[in-house]
């Protein structure tokens, strides 16, 4: 097991542009969560899914953002139309066991929206 | 009122020394705490959880909750210059969303 891993690691777009990110949780790991983190804050959660099924978003995320886990196992975030505001790492953690708030991260995708 | 408070820091302290961080949080409904430290340019990682009042101690590391102050704290004994991370406090309520502090940034000097 390598972890939790994220592609692309690095994304430079121009604004109005849609981007996608993927996710690989942990393989056992029925729980997964997306946030977002800019320079000096912590991370900001997005959406959580267990299994395949979306069960808590943001109210802060706009509708331009919109992630999927289609069979349980990976996940994607795709942000549409992109603003320079969306310049962010963006953070997938897993995790499987009884303590829902231990959580694995991925390394990141940090989006760099020109 | 943010959800979750730190100092933002840095917080420097001698090698050797007593590093103590803290964090408070508004929702009294919250049910577990943790402690994720990240080092510059990584992911944030999990070194503490701490579900009920008092204190829990593992190796150089000691987390202390009071819920009635709505105030969880970090000591790390022995600081070592790799100690030197920022430290974020995480609090969960009902439901599985994890909510994050600031996060404190952690400066241990040789």
């Known amino acids: 097991d390598t972890g939790v891993s994220q592609n692309p690691r690095h994304k430079i777009t121009k604004r109005g542009q849609n981007v996608t990110f993927r996710c690989d949780p942990i393989s056992e790991h029925n729980r997964l969560y997306w946030y977002r983190q800019t320079l000096g804050q912590g991370p900001e959660f997005l959406t959580y899914f267990q299994n395949e099924a979306q069960l808590e978003k943001s109210r802060l995320l706009s509708d331009r953002f919109s992630a999927e886990r289609p069979k349980g196992s990976f996940s994607t975030l795709e942000i549409q139309r992109t603003e320079q505001g969306d310049s962010a790492m963006y953070l997938c953690a897993s995790s499987g066991g009884p303590n829902t708030g231990e959580l694995f991260f991925g390394e990141g995708s940090r989006l760099t929206v020109l | 009122q943010k959800e979750v408070e730190q100092n933002s820091g840095p917080l420097s302290v001698p090698e050797g020394a007593i590093a103590s961080l803290n964090c408070t949080y508004s929702d009294r409904g919250s049910q577990s705490f943790f402690w994720y430290r990240q080092y510059s340019g990584k992911s944030p990682e999990l070194i503490m959880s701490?579900?009920?009042?008092g204190d829990k101690e593992d190796g150089r590391f000691t987390a202390q909750l009071n819920k009635a102050s709505q105030y969880v704290s970090l000591l790390i004994r022995d600081s070592q210059p790799s100690d030197s991370a920022t430290y974020l406090c995480?609090?969960?309520?009902?439901?599985?969303?994890?909510?994050f502090g600031g996060g404190t940034r952690l400066m241990v000097k040789p």
């Open positions: 995480a609090v969960k309520r009902a439901g599985n969303m994890l909510t």
């Open positions: 701490i579900y009920s009042n």
